[in-house]
């Protein structure tokens, strides 16, 4: 991934005629292209790790695989939040890990740990680089230095059950590598958030992932069946059958765990046959609340689409779905919403003729494959367009939340009042959209996207505008995150998430695998 951007260089999205007309006409902003800095301009401060904590370190894991050069440093110096993107942009001294280790086995990571401890340095560990939450900040605190454990070399299949369904994967595995992997037996894992191509499975594992075909095949959590994870006080190797009574699930200490407790190295997960037909069809509904409720009756109904979405009017109408034609005339009034189904050809078609019986009765308009198979062609791309509206001198971020079915309403608008009262505070209008991606019988997902002018500090401008938005959530009862995880972004709302016992029973794990407190310190736990 680029030091400063959010992918592949070469996959930059330009903004269009309609999207530069958008933000001058209804955000005031100008367009002008910013100067965007060199890497070499780049000013990190200088790493604490000692020459004998340096030689320590490559003893372990090699003197390759032990880097304190800036432009490793960089690279891992965050995430790819809007935050991070716009500090990379600053002229100022710039944070980064004190050096970047690459481990080859569980043996050096545990190797690295127990040095570490021994040592007061903080270790963060890195996978694809993804995180839209601070869950990558080289946070030092009181440690004497901070360094980037990067798992890119536990990149194997270690096994694959095919009569029973299950893949065992290294932590490193990215999401196109799992798909090959996996893909060259006849198997997919089905898991396609929109940081697929970038991001681990490590990661999938540690943040809660969920991925755009959930409601086919789940979220992240939902595929592990067993894990391995290597903490300062052992391993854990856990999950020894489908489902089991004996007591609480572990596991879940280690999913969403962020890497505050342990590093994850394999996970085991549930995998499925390449579906051999895939159905498409797109949706129009009047407003988001008749779209809603159709979306609720299939979920309800279990008619099982792999993917069904829905975007609200304001989404709808920039065409935010269909990457490919964003800014440009709304290929329909009202909502949109996508399906989609995978399977053998009789149980596709099956499901798509419930669906479908389901939508048109509850007020959806069929708008045919076409607006479907464009969201699936470009629907990994919206990130790139956040870089050319950064440069553009907009700010533009995402924000995510669920709730009960009942409360979508309400939540949805607290969320965008607050978004849009403080950005105008700030001095700008603010566009925002909504839409919803993830469904369950109870309940769904709300995700949105903000796009504003720069006014000011926009990181200042941002930090509050997030501020109000996630006090919002918490007043209307709405959880802090649904998929991005907590970091450091969001552990200032931990406490109203889980209370303030909660907090001490986080804190009493912390304790007990991590006494020295070395793993990726300021996040997740208030």
């Given at each position: 991934m680029k030091w400063n951007?959010?992918?592949?260089?070469?996959?930059?999205?330009?903004?269009?005629?309609?999207?530069?007309?958008?933000?001058?006409q209804a955000l005031g902003v100008d367009n002008t292209a910013r100067p965007e800095p060199a890497e070499e301009q780049v000013r990190l401060r200088p790493s604490a790790l000692s020459g004998g904590n340096r030689d320590a370190l490559s003893g372990i894991v090699g003197a390759t695989y032990c880097r304190v050069d800036d432009h490793g440093r960089l690279l891992r110096a965050g995430g790819k939040s809007t935050l991070d993107l716009l500090r990379r942009k600053d002229s100022g001294v710039q944070d980064a890990p004190d050096a970047v280790l690459l481990p080859g086995d569980e043996n050096e990571i545990a190797a690295i740990l127990d040095y570490c401890a021994r040592n007061s340095i903080a270790v963060v560990p890195f996978g694809g680089g993804t995180s839209v939450v601070g869950g990558l900040d080289p946070i030092r605190g009181d440690f004497k230095a901070v360094?980037?454990?990067?798992?890119?070399?536990?990149?194997e299949l270690h096994a694959l059950d095919e009569v029973s369904g299950e893949a065992e994967l290294g932590a490193g595995v990215t999401g196109p590598e799992a798909e090959r992997l996996l893909g060259a037996h006849g198997f997919?894992?089905?898991?396609?958030?929109?940081?697929f191509?970038?991001?681990?499975?490590?990661?999938?594992?540690?943040?809660?992932?969920?991925?755009?075909?959930?409601?086919g095949y789940g979220r992240f959590d939902d595929m592990v069946r067993g894990l391995r994870a290597v903490t300062p006080a052992g391993v854990l190797d856990l999950g020894r059958a489908p489902a089991s009574a004996a007591g609480p699930d572990l596991r879940q200490l280690l999913i969403g765990s962020e890497g505050v407790f342990g590093i994850i190295t394999r996970v085991r997960v549930r995998v499925h046959r390449i579906p051999e037909a895939v159905r498409y069809e797109a949706w129009s509904f009047p407003d988001f609340a008749t779209g809603a409720d159709a979306l609720r009756a299939v979920v309800q109904t279990g008619t099982g689409p792999t993917v069904i979405r829905l975007s609200d009017e304001a989404e709808t109408g920039v065409n935010l779905a269909t990457t490919e034609s964003i800014g440009e005339q709304s290929?329909?009034?009202?909502?949109?919403?996508?399906?989609?189904?995978?399977g053998t050809a009789a149980h596709a078609e099956s499901r798509h003729a419930e669906t479908r019986a389901v939508l048109a009765a509850h007020g959806g308009t069929s708008l045919g494959e076409e607006p479907a198979r464009a969201w699936e062609h470009g629907r990994f791309g919206a990130p790139y367009l956040r870089d050319s509206l950064l440069s553009a001198g907009a700010l533009c971020e995402t924000l995510e939340?669920?709730?009960?079915?009942s409360n979508i309403g309400a939540l949805k608008a607290a969320v965008t009042e607050a978004l849009t009262t403080a950005l105008a505070e700030s001095g700008t209008p603010a566009l925002v959209l909504c839409h919803i991606s993830h469904v369950y019988p109870t309940g769904a997902s709300l995700y949105f996207t903000v796009v504003a002018g720069q006014r000011g500090n926009p990181i200042d401008q941002w930090r509050k505008a997030k501020a109000a938005a996630s006090d919002a959530m918490m007043r209307t009862g709405g959880t802090i995150t649904h998929h991005h995880a907590v970091g450091a972004d969001h552990r200032p709302w931990m406490r109203d998430e889980v209370g303030d016992l909660g907090v001490e029973v986080l804190?009493?794990?912390?304790?007990?695998?991590?006494?020295?407190?070395?793993?990726n310190p300021g996040k997740l736990i208030p």
């Open positions: 951007a959010w992918g592949d260089p070469a996959a930059a999205k330009p903004l269009s005629d309609g999207i530069r007309t958008l933000l001058k360094v980037s454990l990067d798992l890119r070399r536990l990149n997919t894992l089905g898991h396609f958030p929109q940081s191509q970038f991001a681990t499975i490590g990661g999938f594992a540690a943040t809660r992932s969920s991925g755009q075909d959930s409601a290929i329909t009034g009202g909502c949109l919403a996508i399906t989609m189904f995978e939340t669920a709730t009960n079915w804190r009493a794990v912390k304790a007990t695998l991590d006494p020295a407190g070395i793993l």
